[in-house]
């Protein structure tokens, strides 16, 4: 694994000429994705700015143009008609300003009318590496550009630590406010939320106060990437908290939560109907963030990052890593949330798989599953053996996904076994491979389970329980891989 010094961390990018040789050499990598966004050139992590505006749906990526490294971050700005199809549109946000000189981190963004807010922060340090992070705004441009704000929104609270960002902006039709929603942070390090309010979204900005979960006062040790939305007469609260394991998880410490409730911006209180749960059951889902909900108060759309913090992949050694998940669509039903891949996926079909083809590189599988006990093993080597393998207990109702059978293995002490614990028998199951991932939606997007997956030339079979029965077919690329900085 290749050390990085600070310096080379955190490298300012002063001409796309700098990175366009890394460019060519990683576009030849046979891990490229070709219908996830991945990144143009080195990192990509959280999912940034997400919004449909005007007819277009935006997104940028936590993007780091060096290697594969968390060091000075951009955002990367890509673009789509429907959620599918993808182009490069260049870089979003450079840390080019004193209040962001050591990264332009997390954030959301929101459609108001003519324009489009979007909402950051600004990592700033100073030369003894002390932390004041800036909570910071942007506008798009006719010329469909982000342009920053002269100044920053509003700074740190000194009664929490230095980890506040990642500022989440909502409207609130009864209130009539923006409300900007924090990770944060407490001073004896607790994770929670800060909340500020204002009527307007580039100015007036106050703090409101701390938002208060009944029953979750103490729970990891920084919540990363607030997202609130209401779907279905529902509040949904997602966010990330790490510095804690948690039952379930291996050795991880980097999570993705979800509650469902009522959110009281009065009282600035989100009461939870139960106990958290998983958004994702896999290995490689974190930072999940979500679009506000659009012309239908029944769903919402969420993306996620295909990795974790301080983790590590085998296309570090190719100076690149990470992808986006697909965008899924959330729904409430019976209290409980749904996740299922964004519809019009099926038009990226393009040819039936033959019974028992090898695996093309990306491609879907639809399979029902028989009543009992089931074994589905993907990217196995010839004759059967090997590969990443699901196996369903019918008995206790849960699937156990095991990554230790493929050639290439990473991340092992984070762990390679995890379970999904369902509420249902499994009943059916969509798998979405693409060159270095794999998404499962089980029982109808009751469950889901994302990991990242590297084949060699020789994994590319399939073996699956008798009685089982499935469809698979190759997917369209629709991810423009175009040098666009
Ligand atoms: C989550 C996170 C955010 C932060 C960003 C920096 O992965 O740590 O909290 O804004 O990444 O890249």
Redesign the pocket.
């Known amino acids: 694994m290749k050390e990085w010094t600070r310096e080379e961390r955190y490298r300012v990018l002063k001409s796309p000429e700098e990175i366009r040789p890394l460019h060519e050499r990683i576009s030849r990598s046979v891990y490229r994705q070709t219908y996830h966004v991945q990144p143009v050139t080195g990192l990509s992590?959280?999912p940034n700015g997400f919004a449909l505006h005007n007819g277009v749906w935006h997104l940028c990526y936590?993007w780091c143009p060096w290697g594969a490294v968390?060091g000075l971050?951009y955002w990367y700005h890509v673009t789509s008609p429907d959620l599918l199809h993808w182009s490069n549109a260049g870089i979003g946000l450079a840390p080019d300003r004193d209040y962001d000189n050591k990264?332009t981190?997390?954030g959301s963004a929101i459609s108001v009318g003519d324009n489009l807010y979007f909402f950051y922060?600004g990592n700033h340090r100073d030369e003894n590496w002390v932390r004041t992070p800036w909570t910071c705004a942007a506008v798009l441009t006719a010329e469909g550009k982000l342009e920053k704000l002269p100044e920053p929104l509003f700074g740190p609270r000194d009664d929490h630590s230095e980890h506040q960002?990642?500022p989440k902006v909502v409207w609130n039709e009864d209130k009539k406010k923006f409300y900007i929603f924090i990770?944060a942070q407490t001073l004896d390090k607790r994770g929670c939320v800060l909340i500020y309010e204002s009527e307007q979204p580039l100015e007036g900005w106050r703090f409101a106060g701390e938002l208060k979960v009944p029953g979750y006062e103490r729970f990891g040790g920084m919540w990363?990437?607030p997202y609130i939305v209401r779907i279905g007469g529902r509040d949904l609260l997602i966010f990330?908290p790490q510095y804690t394991t948690l039952p379930g998880r291996g050795a991880s410490t980097n999570h993705n939560v979800y509650f469902i409730g009522e959110m009281d911006y009065d009282s600035l209180t989100f009461t939870p109907d139960g106990p958290y749960r998983f958004l994702d059951f896999g290995f490689d889902f974190?930072?999940a963030q979500g679009a506000a909900n659009v012309d239908d108060p029944e769903k919402a759309v969420l993306i996620s990052?295909i990795g974790l913090?301080d983790n590590h992949y085998p296309t570090e050694e190719e100076d690149w890593e990470g992808s986006m998940t697909l965008p899924r669509e959330l729904r409430i039903r019976d209290g409980r949330l749904l996740q299922t891949p964004v519809s019009g996926i099926e038009t990226l079909r393009e040819r039936e798989l033959a019974a028992s083809e090898p695996l093309p590189a990306a491609c879907e599988l639809e399979i029902t599953v028989p009543e009992g006990d089931f074994d589905l093993n993907l990217f196995t080597r010839p004759g059967g053996s090997g590969g990443l393998r699901l196996h369903y207990d019918a008995e206790t109702l849960r699937c156990t996904v095991d990554r230790t059978g493929l050639d290439r293995r990473f991340n092992q002490k984070v762990g390679e076994v995890l379970d999904i614990p369902m509420e249902a028998p499994l009943r059916e199951l969509r798998v979405f491979i693409d060159s270095c991932s794999a998404e499962l939606f089980l029982n109808g997007g009751e469950a889901t389970f994302t990991t990242h997956v590297y084949p060699t030339e020789a994994e590319h079979g399939y073996t699956l329980s008798e009685g089982a029965k499935l469809r698979g077919w190759e997917l369209a690329k629709t991810v423009t891989d175009e040098f666009v900085i």
Do not use: F, L
């Open positions: 992590s959280d936590q968390h971050k990264g981190h997390s922060t960002r990642d990770g990363e990437c990330s974190y930072a990052w913090p």
